[in-house]
């Protein structure tokens, strides 16, 4: 029986390598790489897709979230509140900007970070300080910010999560790198916070032919501090105004991306139906939870996630799968506060339950748009032959 995989980009390519190859070959004829034209019309093309009022294009994901952090402010050995249950980069991006990962739990049932978590993490986890910010109880360390993470797809309430953030004095930085056409109540990352980062590793919902990502941020002032530390914080040729770094966006990236953000909201919605079918197909089956999308919530479904109850199932179910050729995905088996590399800004065993629980339930499905709706039956009957016997 031929495999399903979990994700097939060489299918994707095979759709539009007519249009990539004619994008890119004027790049090829000119030698022109490095930003120019293809970065800013590539950056216009976005802002003006997703209503933001400045998009700015970086190297990655992570190097967007570490410029996010440094213009907002971070100051060496400050705090920032990010959730444990999410990839390493949100918070390994704290680190290496100068702060402190923060960890807080999630919702067990969205899997996200709520204006009611942080609320209640915020008044028992940490005291007033001197200047008005918070003081963590654990290592006495003053919190500046919180990095909210649109996991899986989804956006969180970012409207609820500023007032929160507001009343303790803290700004907000977005991680959308799993969420690019996420909304949340009609907004787009970006609306409530200092800047909204995204990726676009190759597997992502819009992937390049390598690393790149975008912020996008409604200040205009910080997106011209951005384009400055892109490029050793210079504005002008061989003047740094101050330390920045190489973070640019490679402007063989932003002509690629620019052809593949004209497919987004078709591929968009070949996940959404994917979801909605083995949402239909799944949700009267015992001990296992779809993935729960908020009413407000346009959710793109980077990832299809099964929370599968009980001791070893989520891992017996991966065997089934994988016995029958089909790919499947844990994301993430660590949560972030049990990682050596965080070991040091940890003062005691700290207890996220919701996390913990997490990383050893849940497991993605094949959610890309290619997938046929025959291989998605496949899916689906190996899925419930498991769970429902």
Same mark, same amino acid.
């Given at each position: 029986?031929?495999?399903?995989?979990?994700?097939?980009?060489?299918?994707?390519?095979?759709?539009? !390598?007519?249009?990539?190859?004619?994008? =890119?070959?004027? %790049?090829?004829?000119?030698?022109? /790489?490095?930003?120019?034209?293809?970065?800013?019309?590539?950056?216009?093309?976005?802002?003006?897709?997703?209503?933001?009022?400045?998009?700015?294009?970086?190297?990655?994901?992570?190097?967007?979230?570490?410029?996010?952090?440094?213009?907002?402010?971070?100051?060496?050995?400050?705090?920032?509140?990010?959730?444990? /249950?999410?990839? /390493?980069?949100?918070? #390994?991006?704290?680190?290496?900007?100068?702060?402190?990962?923060?960890? =807080?739990?999630?919702?067990?049932? #969205?899997?996200?970070?709520?204006?009611?978590?942080?609320?209640?993490?915020?008044?028992?986890?940490?005291?007033?300080?001197?200047?008005?910010?918070?003081?963590?109880?654990?290592?006495?360390?003053?919190?500046?910010?919180?990095?909210?993470?649109?996991?899986?797809?989804?956006?969180?309430?970012?409207?609820?999560?500023?007032?929160?953030?507001?009343?303790?004095?803290?700004?907000?930085?977005?991680?959308?790198?799993?969420?690019?056409?996420?909304?949340?109540?009609?907004?787009?990352?970006?609306?409530?916070?200092?800047?909204?980062?995204?990726?676009?590793?190759?597997?992502?919902?819009?992937?390049?032919?390598?690393?790149?990502?975008?912020?996008?941020?409604?200040?205009?002032?910080?997106?011209?501090?951005?384009?400055?530390?892109?490029?050793?914080?210079?504005?002008?040729?061989?003047?740094?105004? !101050?330390?920045?770094?190489?973070?640019?966006?490679?402007?063989?990236?932003?002509?690629? %991306?620019?052809?593949?953000?004209?497919?987004?909201?078709?591929?968009?919605?070949?996940?959404?139906? =994917?979801?909605?079918?083995?949402? !239909?197909?799944?949700?009267?089956?015992?001990?296992?939870?779809?993935?729960?999308?908020?009413?407000?919530?346009?959710?793109?479904?980077?990832?299809?996630?099964?929370?599968?109850?009980?001791?070893?199932?989520?891992?017996?179910?991966?065997?089934?799968?994988?016995?029958?050729?089909?790919?499947?995905?844990?994301?993430?088996?660590?949560?972030?506060?049990?990682?050596?590399?965080?070991?040091?800004?940890?003062?005691?065993?700290?207890?996220?339950?919701?996390?913990?629980?997490?990383?050893?339930?849940?497991?993605?499905?094949?959610?890309?748009?290619?997938?046929?709706?025959?291989?998605?039956?496949?899916?689906?009957?190996?899925?419930?032959?498991?769970?429902?016997?």
């Amino acid at each position: 029986m031929t495999p399903i995989p979990f994700f097939d980009l060489t299918r994707q390519f095979a759709s539009m !390598e007519n249009e990539i190859l004619e994008a =890119i070959l004027p %790049l090829f004829k000119s030698q022109q /790489f490095i930003l120019g034209p293809a970065v800013s019309d590539f950056e216009s093309q976005f802002a003006k897709t997703f209503g933001a009022g400045n998009a700015v294009g970086v190297s990655s994901g992570t190097d967007a979230l570490i410029l996010s952090l440094i213009v907002s402010g971070l100051l060496k050995g400050q705090g920032v509140v990010v959730p444990s /249950f999410t990839f /390493f980069a949100s918070a #390994s991006s704290i680190s290496l900007a100068g702060g402190v990962p923060v960890f =807080i739990d999630v919702d067990p049932l #969205s899997f996200l970070l709520t204006p009611e978590i942080l609320d209640r993490f915020l008044r028992e986890e940490t005291r007033p300080g001197p200047d008005g910010r918070p003081v963590t109880r654990r290592g006495h360390r003053t919190v500046s910010g919180v990095m909210a993470v649109h996991l899986y797809g989804q956006m969180m309430d970012m409207e609820g999560l500023y007032g929160v953030a507001k009343s303790h004095g803290l700004w907000i930085i977005e991680d959308a790198c799993q969420s690019v056409g996420a909304r949340h109540s009609g907004h787009s990352p970006g609306a409530f916070s200092n800047a909204a980062a995204y990726s676009f590793f190759p597997t992502k919902n819009l992937g390049g032919a390598g690393d790149g990502g975008m912020i996008t941020t409604e200040n205009s002032e910080l997106a011209d501090h951005l384009r400055r530390l892109r490029v050793h914080g210079s504005r002008k040729r061989y003047e740094h105004e !101050e330390l920045g770094t190489n973070a640019r966006l490679d402007a063989l990236q932003a002509k690629i %991306l620019s052809v593949k953000l004209d497919h987004l909201f078709a591929w968009t919605e070949r996940r959404r139906q =994917i979801a909605d079918r083995y949402n !239909e197909s799944f949700q009267s089956l015992p001990g296992v939870q779809c993935p729960k999308a908020h009413k407000e919530s346009f959710h793109v479904y980077h990832q299809y996630t099964l929370k599968v109850e009980g001791k070893g199932r989520r891992d017996e179910l991966r065997d089934i799968l994988s016995e029958r050729g089909i790919g499947s995905e844990v994301y993430y088996p660590i949560p972030l506060h049990r990682q050596k590399a965080f070991s040091a800004y940890i003062p005691e065993t700290i207890p996220l339950p919701a996390s913990e629980s997490l990383s050893e339930k849940v497991l993605s499905l094949p959610v890309f748009p290619e997938l046929s709706d025959d291989e998605q039956t496949r899916v689906v009957e190996a899925v419930c032959t498991f769970l429902g016997r």
